[in-house]
């Protein structure tokens, strides 16, 4: 229970940091709720219907018929079911104009690296110092430039019997601030293992293999190596 | 008679809840077994079109070897290429150990990486060589050899002689034993053969064995150990401490509780940093700084708060960054590209060299954009690669470069810049070139010895700053 309230927590800490992005504010778009009608309910009602969410009339008008579209929506996208349109709604609508992409950008972020990157880290090295969650994140980019692995990140992540948590799906629950943090300085270009390309925690049980390779360092509990 | 009736709806009660359990647990079979079989298709696919892929690129290389001309070579190395990274693709999806999949994958990424660098010479008129040839000749050999192997695996496959996913035999061994879950990390206790037949040891024994490949590429297995640029006398650990003062910004308000040694390319001590107000004895620190064992260089820095609400912005952070790197003696650097998230900014500084910007010695500046703190200093680019360069003079003027561009881009600004190379073995100087198409931006990098376009890369403007693709 004490679990439950403790990720309900971090994920409106992650909410919030995602949904208010300090940089940028330029032209937001109003939040929505019931009872509110105007242009952009109908924006957001024609982007509902267009995926199947909605099935009312393109009104204009938030009421019961558009409350149910976009809990639907938000539960479908891992997103707090409050029927609120707020930021982080209308980003996963596409229709949030507040800063965003600029010339160039159309198609590119590196938001989903980022993503995937802090599930990695919470799930491999949550409890461990920052600087152990960078050099976890950081291994993983080594691997992408390393001819032993695959080329992309997911490649990586996915890779069969790679990582415990995506055998055991502990990958799949939401990243720790912190993991966020460390994923992106990794994709900064922060390395501290050193180059590494395996980490392991020595109190578990490995491949003897994987002690044949050349140690860097050690960070907390995990072993560094090339 | 009493008796009946009484055990008689408990017994009923029973018997329902037995069947109930039965069908449940023979639903929830059917759908394991469905979702193993799914599984299973998934995994031979991969490895069919793995094998596939392979049997192309041996002989993909072979006509390779035959032709007399360079564009049809070339044309067959861009398609040894392309089955390499598909069948290294499909093979990373496969339940192997580790060392197996690190020495197979490698063996077919850095196929495909030097049938792409031969294929660079070629655009450039630069014929295959005899070393190349025997390289090639090589792999061919070597690929022909996996083939056949993953012929034999194919075969023991369709014999029935194993299977990705074994399914479940119910045993009594079943009811405490936990069966094998392909894809778990290979330890000890699960050895490769109780998964994969002995096919696969033949591949991997062969795999193994394989020389080491050195070519004009980035996967070559030169790059990996490269020495740093930047290096000097030993320092003793005693010595390195003293240096901390110098290098770690607010260096008085920290005490070291705990020193590592990290070796690699950059040995180093780190040391573990915690505020000095925090009670002593602990041993949990939040900052760490490492020095360079060879010279006692500042390798990295990194401290670990959090930030609040920034009051800092992205330009200030610039010129706190580039203040932080003059004082500790990096005094000519300019800041390249800049990124600003969750309070932080992170700023990349290359070194001036008389005007020309070298981009391989980099330094990173990260800044909390609450305070304008210095959060974390990243060196270890720069002392891989600083060393004193001959003057970078070019033959070509900016306006000949100029020329070169294609005409429908506007250019914003151009100055001179040493880049490294596609392969990253070795450093370009070239006329770089910050121009706007339609409304995207790119930087085209003209090199400015031979007029060759060496690189385009599109810069992109996201919330928190630019960053280059």
Do not use: C
Request: net charge positive; aromatic share 10%; glycine share 10%.
């Amino acid at each position: 229970m004490g679990r439950r309230i403790a990720s309900g927590f971090l994920l409106v800490v992650i909410l919030v940091a995602v949904a208010f992005p300090w940089a940028a504010m330029a032209a937001p778009r109003p939040t929505l709720y019931w009872g509110r009608s105007g242009p952009n309910v109908r924006l957001a009602q024609q982007r509902l219907q267009a995926w199947g969410y909605y099935r009312g009339r393109v009104d204009g008008v938030y009421g019961a018929n558009m409350y149910a579209a976009v809990t639907w929506f938000q539960r479908a996208n891992g997103l707090t079911a409050d029927g609120v349109v707020g930021p982080a709604t209308w980003t996963a609508l596409g229709e949030w104009s507040g800063g965003g992409a600029g010339p160039g950008g159309r198609g590119v972020t590196r938001h989903d690296d980022v993503q995937l990157l802090a599930q990695v880290v919470s799930a491999e090295a949550r409890g461990e110092p920052y600087e152990g969650q960078v050099a976890v994140a950081a291994v993983l980019l080594n691997r992408m430039r390393d001819p032993r692995f695959p080329g992309t990140l997911a490649g990586v992540v996915y890779q069969e019997a790679a990582f415990e948590s995506v055998a055991n799906g502990a990958i799949y629950q939401n990243p720790t601030r912190n993991a966020t943090r460390a994923a992106r300085d990794a994709l900064n270009g922060w390395d501290p293992s050193g180059g590494a390309v395996f980490f392991w925690n020595p109190s578990k049980p490995v491949s003897p293999w994987i002690w044949s390779r050349q140690i860097i360092r050690r960070i907390g509990n995990h072993v560094f190596a090339r | 008679m009493r008796r009946i009736g009484y055990w008689a709806p408990i017994g009923t009660l029973a018997a329902l809840v037995l069947a109930l359990w039965g069908v449940w647990t023979w639903r929830l079979g059917i759908a394991n077994r469905d979702l193993a079989l799914a599984l299973e298709a998934e995994r031979q696919r991969n490895f069919s079109d793995m094998a596939y892929h392979v049997e192309q690129i041996q002989s993909l290389l072979g006509k390779g070897l035959v032709t007399a001309t360079a564009p049809q070579n070339m044309r067959y190395m861009s398609d040894v290429h392309l089955h390499a990274s598909a069948a290294a693709t499909n093979f990373n999806t496969l339940p192997l150990p580790a060392a197996l999949q690190a020495s197979t994958g490698k063996f077919l990424q850095q196929t495909g990486d030097f049938a792409v660098s031969l294929l660079r010479n070629e655009a450039a008129g630069r014929e295959m060589d005899g070393r190349a040839r025997t390289e090639l000749t090589r792999l061919r050999k070597e690929s022909a050899d996996l083939a056949v192997q993953l012929q034999t695996i194919s075969g023991q496959y369709s014999r029935g002689g194993f299977r990705w996913n074994p399914p479940l035999r119910l045993s009594w061994a079943s009811l405490w034993r936990r069966p094998p879950v392909p894809g778990k990390p290979a330890t000890g206790a699960q050895s490769p053969k109780s998964m994969v037949a002995g096919g696969w040891d033949q591949v991997g024994a062969s795999m193994e064995k394989l020389p080491v490949m050195l070519y004009d590429g980035p996967f070559s297995d030169g790059t990996a150990k490269r020495a740093p640029a930047m290096t000097g006398p030993p320092v003793a650990q005693s010595e390195a401490a003293p240096r901390l003062q110098a290098f770690v910004p607010g260096a008085a308000g920290y005490r070291t509780v705990g020193i590592v040694e990290v070796a690699g390319n950059l040995p180093a001590y780190s040391f573990q940093l915690a505020p000095a107000t925090a009670p002593a004895g602990g041993n949990t620190y939040t900052a760490v700084a490492d020095i360079a064992k060879n010279g006692g260089y500042l390798v990295q820095f990194m401290n670990s708060r959090v930030t609040g609400r920034p009051a800092v912005d992205l330009n200030r952070a610039r010129q706190v960054g580039q203040a932080y790197l003059t004082s500790i003696g990096y005094g000519s650097m300019v800041p390249t590209y800049g990124q600003a998230d969750d309070g932080e900014a992170t700023i990349a500084y290359a070194y001036n060299d008389n005007g020309v910007v070298v981009y391989p010695d980099q330094i990173k500046v990260k800044v909390a954009l609450d305070n304008g703190e210095i959060l974390g200093v990243d060196a270890r680019q720069f002392l891989m690669s600083h060393h004193t360069r001959a003057t970078l003079q070019p033959v070509i003027t900016a306006d000949e470069a100029q020329e070169k561009l294609y005409p429908a881009l506007q250019v914003q600004r151009r100055q001179l810049a040493l880049i490294p190379n596609q392969a990253g073995t070795g450093e370009i100087l070239a006329w770089e070139f910050l121009t706007t198409f339609g409304n995207e931006t790119y930087l085209v990098y003209i090199n400015a010895n031979t007029g060759a376009e060496e690189q385009v890369l599109q810069q992109i403007q996201s919330d928190g700053g630019t960053f280059a693709l």
